[in-house]
């Protein structure tokens, strides 16, 4: 049951952990040791049987070697008889290796004849048998051995348990590394996720702590008190921004009204009246300039996918072609529209309609008349993508990235009414959709693409 | 005279609701204290309230929910200085009858509210038949008519017709018109909606005929007969 929780872990990450790769290391010197172990064990208890099966084999051949020359046949046949276990082997040969008595018809070729152990060489036998050959006083030659079946026994019975013991660290180890691995892992995977909601634009989000307090969290809790300390600044910044726009805005919009309320009063007096007309034109268009710089920061303070929703970019289209034709045909252009059907998108509806005014309003607003203004919707393997293309004066490859910022007049535009800042709106809402927009051109106008797919965590890709 | 309940405890911005409200002829009582806004708004009788978002003791949302929860149904314009369209849902959700952000241009509080007042007074009046002078719009046929002539309306047009229509003699903001006949909340601009109803009005006041359609400098249009 842990593991079901962690499917999504593929076994590649795991291998990847410390964890996982320290427990395999500590396995596999365990079964090392043990392999060392056992084979010390066999080789000391292998070397105190031989001498066991020495002392029987010069035991046996001195028992027999006491006996008189006429009874040494039987006495070979009744040692015979008592061996049960079917090890004990005897052969009695003449001077002249001529077999005499006993179960061994033929002297080892190349044992020599000395009267010490040797290991015998003999097909039949178990490796590491011991045997003898000992001549007697009267010339006939006397051979005992023993076979090494309780050496073949105890090196079956280490080997069985060297293979039961060893898959087992090796099943054991694998599992318990992967179970130590899983924990950090998960762990991990929580800060991903943390981080990821950081890259979002959650300031609020913080990495998890345990109660633990190891190393992990350590790192943890002073990323932690780095980001609330990026998150108090960068309140602080928007809300200075926002306090500034607010504060201006607020004096003026009185003025405004005071303005306004004086050229009500005015109704007889045409010629002052002009004069506050004027004024009242003025702050008006201050303050269009700074409620488009709060809404940039309203729409930069995101955590504005909460207004995230499907949206049919067709019938967005639609409605930007219906609001803007007559638009576009006072001012002498002809506005046509390619709107192919793409696939449902997940957006702010209102956010992005509010950024393709902007980009229309511009295209339009900037293209002399007799020209064109074209907006097209086309569906591209990884998502929909709009386009608006004008036959206007365009704007200069080294200033693409700059029109995007706040307050920057790129196009030449004085007389132009406007905030100035609606590209700046446009860049915000595609930043906030994780969307490209990219200025390019349309030879000869602008043409402004905007990719409505996320491109990613990619920085370099993103729109400044 | 109607009355209007204004709480709002910037004093500045009361004294301009008041007014900019006094001068379209309505008598404005003004409270600085939402505890005791919400006392006045459930205690007596009023023709709209203006509520601010934000108010000591209590807030704004806190007194138009108490205000539905008690069947009180005088409309409540909420004006905020939280401008997030989050908020503004919050809001109209909560109660709410519409929401307008700080600051704000008299003129549009002004006419915002008068829509607020005679939507309540027309909602019984559920005809198919929209007349202003010798203008008239058939909801069923979408057939526009001035002075038995017919009227050719692109859909865009008609719909801006119907909203002039259903609002006779009453001042729309730009702001207005935009949401209610494309139903996004932002500013568009003045453009945009000038060359909209510059179409409409050429199709519906042609020259020679009693123009129904005025321009309001500074705040928006009117549909009335003189």
């Given at each position: 049951?842990r593991?079901?929780?962690?499917?999504?872990?593929?076994?590649?990450e795991?291998?990847r952990?410390?964890?996982?790769?320290?427990?395999?290391?500590?396995?596999?010197l365990f079964?090392?040791?043990?392999?060392?172990?056992?084979?010390?064990?066999?080789?000391?208890?292998?070397g105190?049987?031989?001498?066991?099966?020495?002392?029987?084999v010069?035991?046996?051949?001195?028992?027999?070697?006491?006996?008189p020359?006429a009874?040494l046949?039987?006495?070979?046949?009744?040692a015979?008889s008592?061996?049960?276990?079917?090890?004990?082997?005897?052969?009695?040969?003449?001077?002249d290796?001529?077999?005499v008595?006993?179960?061994?018809?033929?002297?080892?070729?190349?044992?020599?004849?000395?009267?010490?152990?040797?290991e015998?060489?003999?097909?039949g036998?178990?490796?590491?048998?011991?045997?003898?050959?000992?001549?007697l006083?009267?010339?006939?030659?006397?051979?005992?051995g023993?076979?090494?079946?309780?050496?073949?026994?105890?090196?079956?019975i280490?080997?069985?348990?060297?293979i039961?013991?060893?898959?087992?660290?090796?099943?054991?180890?694998?599992?318990?590394?992967?179970?130590?691995?899983?924990?950090?892992?998960?762990?991990?995977a929580a800060?991903?996720?943390?981080?990821?909601?950081?890259?979002?634009?959650?300031?609020?989000?913080r990495?998890?702590?345990s109660?633990?307090r190891?190393e992990?969290?350590m790192?943890?809790?002073?990323?932690?008190?780095m980001?609330?300390?990026?998150?108090?600044?960068?309140?602080?910044?928007?809300?200075?921004?926002?306090?500034?726009?607010?504060?201006?805005?607020?004096?003026?919009?009185?003025?405004?009204?005071?303005?306004?309320?004086?050229?009500?009063?005015w109704e007889?007096a045409?010629?002052?009246k002009?004069?506050?007309?004027?004024?009242?034109?003025?702050?008006?268009a201050?303050?269009?300039?700074?409620?488009?710089?709060?809404?940039?920061?309203?729409?930069e303070?995101?955590k504005?996918?909460?207004?995230?929703?499907?949206?049919?970019?067709?019938?967005v289209?639609?409605?930007?072609?219906?609001?803007?034709?007559p638009?576009?045909?006072?001012?002498?252009?002809i506005?046509?529209?390619d709107?192919?059907?793409?696939?449902?998108?997940?957006?702010?509806?209102?956010?992005?309609f509010?950024?393709?005014?902007?980009?229309?309003?511009?295209?339009?607003?900037?293209?002399?008349p007799?020209?064109?203004?074209?907006?097209?919707?086309?569906?591209?393997?990884?998502?929909?993508?709009?386009?608006?293309?004008d036959?206007?004066?365009?704007?200069?490859?080294?200033?693409?990235?700059?029109?995007?910022?706040?307050?920057?007049?790129?196009?030449?535009?004085?007389?132009?009414?406007?905030?100035?800042?609606?590209?700046?709106?446009?860049?915000?809402?595609?930043?906030l959709?994780?969307y490209?927009?990219?200025l390019?051109?349309?030879?000869?106008?602008?043409?402004?693409?905007?990719?409505?797919?996320?491109?990613?965590?990619?920085?370099?890709?993103?729109?400044? | 005279m109607?009355?209007?309940l204004?709480?709002?405890?910037?004093e500045?911005?009361?004294?301009?609701?008041?007014?900019?409200?006094?001068q379209?002829?309505?008598?404005?009582?003004?409270?600085?204290?939402?505890?005791?806004?919400?006392?006045?708004?459930?205690s007596?009788?009023?023709?709209?309230?203006?509520?601010?978002?934000?108010?000591?003791n209590?807030?704004?949302?806190?007194?138009?929910t108490?205000?539905?929860a008690?069947?009180v149904?005088t409309p409540v314009?909420?004006?905020?200085?939280?401008?997030?369209?989050?908020e503004?849902?919050?809001?109209?959700?909560?109660?709410?009858?519409?929401?307008?952000?700080?600051?704000?241009?008299?003129?549009?509080?002004?006419?915002?509210?008068?829509?607020?007042?005679?939507?309540r007074?027309?909602?019984?009046a559920?005809?198919?038949?929209?007349?202003?002078?010798?203008?008239?719009?058939?909801?069923?046929?979408?057939?526009?008519?001035r002075?038995?002539?017919?009227?050719?309306?692109l859909?865009?047009?008609?719909?801006?017709?119907?909203?002039?229509?259903?609002?006779?003699?009453?001042?729309?903001?730009?702001?207005?018109?935009?949401?209610?006949?494309?139903?996004y909340?932002?500013?568009?601009?003045t453009?945009?909606?000038?060359?909209?109803?510059?179409?409409?009005?050429?199709?519906?006041?042609?020259?020679?005929?009693?123009?129904?359609?005025?321009t309001?400098?500074g705040a928006g249009?009117?549909?009335?007969?003189?």
């Amino acid at each position: 049951m842990r593991f079901a929780a962690t499917e999504d872990l593929a076994w590649r990450e795991l291998w990847r952990t410390a964890t996982f790769r320290l427990t395999l290391l500590y396995g596999g010197l365990f079964a090392a040791g043990v392999v060392a172990l056992v084979a010390l064990i066999y080789i000391s208890a292998a070397g105190y049987l031989t001498g066991q099966m020495d002392a029987i084999v010069l035991g046996g051949a001195r028992g027999l070697s006491q006996a008189p020359a006429a009874v040494l046949p039987a006495r070979i046949v009744e040692a015979e008889s008592q061996d049960q276990r079917g090890v004990d082997y005897y052969g009695l040969f003449s001077s002249d290796g001529i077999w005499v008595a006993g179960n061994v018809r033929q002297l080892p070729g190349n044992l020599p004849v000395d009267g010490k152990p040797r290991e015998l060489k003999v097909r039949g036998l178990e490796p590491g048998a011991r045997g003898l050959a000992e001549r007697l006083p009267w010339g006939e030659i006397l051979f005992v051995g023993f076979d090494a079946k309780v050496l073949t026994g105890l090196r079956r019975i280490l080997l069985g348990s060297l293979i039961w013991s060893g898959s087992i660290i090796i099943v054991v180890g694998l599992g318990l590394g992967a179970l130590f691995s899983l924990r950090p892992l998960r762990r991990i995977a929580a800060v991903q996720a943390a981080c990821r909601r950081v890259i979002e634009g959650d300031l609020t989000s913080r990495l998890p702590v345990s109660r633990r307090r190891d190393e992990i969290d350590m790192l943890a809790a002073t990323v932690n008190g780095m980001m609330a300390e990026i998150e108090r600044l960068l309140a602080e910044v928007q809300s200075v921004g926002d306090n500034v726009a607010h504060d201006l805005r607020t004096p003026l919009t009185r003025l405004r009204a005071r303005l306004h309320r004086l050229c009500e009063a005015w109704e007889g007096a045409p010629d002052g009246k002009t004069t506050v007309r004027e004024a009242l034109a003025e702050t008006d268009a201050l303050l269009i300039r700074f409620r488009a710089l709060q809404r940039i920061a309203q729409i930069e303070r995101l955590k504005r996918r909460a207004g995230f929703g499907p949206v049919r970019l067709a019938e967005v289209c639609e409605d930007l072609v219906d609001l803007f034709t007559p638009v576009a045909e006072d001012a002498g252009i002809i506005l046509t529209s390619d709107i192919q059907p793409v696939a449902e998108i997940s957006a702010d509806r209102e956010l992005l309609f509010e950024a393709l005014t902007n980009l229309v309003g511009n295209a339009i607003k900037f293209t002399p008349p007799g020209g064109r203004v074209r907006l097209v919707l086309s569906a591209q393997p990884r998502g929909p993508r709009l386009e608006i293309l004008d036959t206007g004066p365009g704007v200069a490859p080294e200033e693409r990235e700059a029109v995007l910022q706040r307050f920057h007049r790129g196009r030449g535009e004085q007389g132009v009414p406007g905030s100035g800042l609606g590209l700046s709106i446009v860049a915000a809402v595609a930043r906030l959709h994780d969307y490209r927009l990219t200025l390019d051109d349309a030879r000869p106008g602008l043409r402004v693409i905007l990719d409505c797919w996320p491109i990613g965590l990619d920085a370099e890709a993103r729109v400044a | 005279m109607r009355r209007i309940l204004c709480i709002e405890d910037d004093e500045v911005t009361a004294r301009e609701i008041a007014s900019e409200l006094g001068q379209a002829g309505f008598e404005v009582d003004w409270v600085a204290d939402g505890r005791e806004g919400l006392v006045r708004a459930l205690s007596e009788t009023f023709d709209a309230v203006t509520l601010d978002r934000m108010l000591p003791n209590v807030d704004g949302l806190a007194i138009v929910t108490a205000m539905r929860a008690a069947q009180v149904d005088t409309p409540v314009l909420m004006i905020s200085a939280l401008s997030d369209v989050d908020e503004r849902v919050r809001g109209l959700r909560a109660g709410g009858d519409d929401y307008l952000t700080k600051p704000f241009a008299s003129e549009e509080m002004a006419a915002r509210l008068e829509v607020l007042l005679r939507r309540r007074d027309s909602a019984a009046a559920r005809d198919s038949l929209l007349r202003v002078e010798d203008l008239e719009m058939d909801l069923l046929t979408r057939q526009v008519r001035r002075g038995g002539r017919e009227l050719k309306l692109l859909p865009t047009e008609s719909k801006l017709l119907e909203l002039l229509l259903r609002h006779p003699a009453q001042v729309l903001t730009r702001t207005m018109i935009f949401e209610a006949v494309w139903g996004y909340h932002f500013d568009p601009g003045t453009n945009l909606i000038d060359v909209h109803m510059g179409r409409l009005r050429r199709k519906v006041d042609p020259p020679g005929e009693r123009p129904l359609i005025h321009t309001v400098r500074g705040a928006g249009y009117a549909l009335r007969g003189d």
